[in-house]
């Protein structure tokens, strides 16, 4: 089975502060990771994601995250936090079920608060 | 290209009525799927697709139904609506299943 744990439901960093958001997943087979982000009364946009090519994957909005098989993690990082980035943040894993679909499973997310 | 639309945005119901949440998709995307996001929960897939005629259940599919008769569009049925099916609702589609593109979501109060 898959899964996503997200670790801290809350997350505060001062402006220029580093971000960073923590995921960890299980998965009996190679998986596929991304993260979202969502604004506030809006859908979920895509970040970035991991596709077992390089293993740091670079986003939109300066985020990068890092695929650590060892560790089995997934951590969102920007250097320098902006107030735009005040938004929640999805980890979510990709597993292939019976049927041959590829389903996304989400951790419960964090939200991320920028302090100016 | 409108990408994933999702109607109605918000509404309203009385407990035991029913009602179908649309969900239409412009980009030839064969994976559709439904979630439901509670606050503390992240997003639990209610129903999937992989295709036209082809639907399976996700993790929390009790009190809701599915059809995909075509390929753009994956209605989603509220048969006889609870409040414990209060949520904000999205639909989502991909065209290989890695990375899914979401539309802007429908609240649902059910009192």
């Known amino acids: 089975a898959q899964s996503v744990t997200q670790l801290g439901s809350h997350v505060s960093v001062s402006e220029g502060a580093l971000v960073l958001l923590r995921c960890n997943y299980s998965?009996?087979?190679?998986?596929?990771l991304f993260w979202y982000v969502q604004y506030p009364n809006q859908g979920l946009q895509l970040l970035l994601k991991y596709t077992s090519a390089a293993t740091l994957v670079k986003g939109i909005n300066g985020f990068e995250a890092e695929f650590k098989k060892s560790e089995t993690s997934f951590h969102l990082t920007k250097p320098s936090a902006h107030m735009s980035d005040a938004a929640e943040y999805f980890c979510?894993?990709?597993?292939?079920?019976?049927?041959?679909?590829?389903?996304?499973?989400f951790g419960t997310g964090t939200r991320l608060t920028v302090i100016p | 290209n409108a990408g994933v639309t999702q109607t109605p945005k918000f509404q309203v119901l009385k407990t035991g009525q029913s009602m179908t949440l649309q969900c239409a998709q412009d980009?030839?995307?064969?994976?559709m799927s439904w979630y439901r996001q509670d606050p503390g929960m992240g997003l639990r897939l209610i129903h999937y697709s992989v295709g036209a005629g082809i639907t399976d259940q996700g993790e929390v599919p009790n009190g809701y139904n599915v059809s995909r008769s075509t390929t753009e569009d994956f209605p989603l049925r509220l048969l006889s609506a609870a409040p414990s099916q209060t949520s904000v609702y999205f639909c989502a589609s991909s065209y290989s299943g890695n990375g899914y593109t979401f539309g802007s979501g429908t609240r649902l109060t059910v009192v």
């Open positions: 998965s009996s087979v190679p998986p596929y």
């Open positions: 979510a894993v990709s597993a292939k079920v019976q049927t041959g679909a590829n389903n996304l499973f």
């Open positions: 980009m030839n995307h064969e994976y």
